[in-house]
């Protein structure tokens, strides 16, 4: 079963919340935490894992031969990303820009464009306190993560439980994380910012037809807001954690929540309980 941790905005908990249903799931099953965050990863920090093996992330990106090229401009036209341009007698190619689609050397009519590897990421693999850990990291300066995150994806284990930690918001690379998942968890915070962005992740995985339901973080503060949202669209708030100083300060110093705080081991076990039901109640089968 893979179970997607995803928000709207970033620092809304996510990292708090998948590690600890990691840690809270361990004994009883086969457990693979996937940190798709490659911006920036951090369920490393709560989870202290032993790497065991990493390998780079490439993408394809044009060479172009100018002797043989009639500076046709073909290859610019097809691009979409606007990462190959030709001026006058000169052809520019913009690797950050580029997707690595292939197009411009496919189509160029006097095979003047090849493609060679471009490091733009590493992937990471290894143990955490008996949870299979991996996690991408994406080059500084770089702009490309779904390649990483399919890279981590490739590393995950095919059985058990595989929880993902989303990077935040809505845009391509969250779509890359959740799309294949079970269940999407939405984290969020009582706070019109929070409503803003729990409603975008809504619309996005209701387009991509996964089952859901909200977590709302730091609940005492802000305003009833989120509550009225998932009450009136019928969307179910799976738990509630509450604004507490000490739930921040083990945060603060890389400390998972069940670890320093074993009372809420029960409940990350009866969140996902919660959720295999409603998992297996929407694909008419039992998925462990």
Not at 78 to 88: K, R
């Amino acid at each position: 079963m893979i179970i997607s941790v995803a928000s709207g905005k970033g620092g809304t908990g996510k990292t708090l919340i998948s590690t600890s249903l990691a840690l809270s799931l361990k004994d009883d099953y086969d457990v693979t935490l996937a940190d798709c965050d490659v911006e920036e990863p951090n369920a490393c920090i709560f989870l202290k894992p032993q790497i065991a093996g990493s390998e780079f992330v490439n993408t394809r990106v044009p060479v172009v031969e100018e002797e043989k090229c009639t500076f046709c401009g073909k290859c610019a036209k097809v691009c979409a990303f606007n990462a190959i341009a030709v001026f006058g007698n000169h052809v520019l190619t913009f690797p950050q820009l580029c997707h690595g689609c292939g197009a411009c050397s496919y189509l160029c009519p006097e095979t003047a464009i090849t493609e060679e590897d471009r490091h733009i990421g590493v992937v990471e693999w290894g143990d955490a306190k008996g949870i299979k850990f991996v996690q991408g990291i994406l080059t500084v300066g770089e702009a490309m993560a779904p390649p990483i995150i399919r890279q981590v994806k490739d590393h995950e284990s095919g059985e058990g439980i595989i929880i993902r930690d989303a990077p935040p918001g809505t845009s391509c690379p969250v779509v890359e994380t959740i799309s294949d998942s079970d269940f999407c968890i939405l984290l969020t915070e009582p706070t019109p910012f929070g409503l803003n962005d729990l409603m975008l992740a809504v619309e996005t995985v209701r387009e991509l037809s996964i089952p859901y339901g909200v977590i709302i973080n730091r609940t005492g503060a802000g305003d009833a807001g989120v509550e009225d949202y998932c009450e009136k669209e019928k969307i179910p708030v799976l738990m509630r954690i509450p604004l507490d100083t000490e739930i921040a300060r083990i945060y603060s110093r890389g400390i998972a929540l069940v670890d320093a705080m074993p009372q809420w081991k029960s409940r990350f076990v009866e969140l996902y309980k919660e959720i295999k039901e409603m998992a297996d109640e929407r694909t008419g089968s039992i998925k462990r």
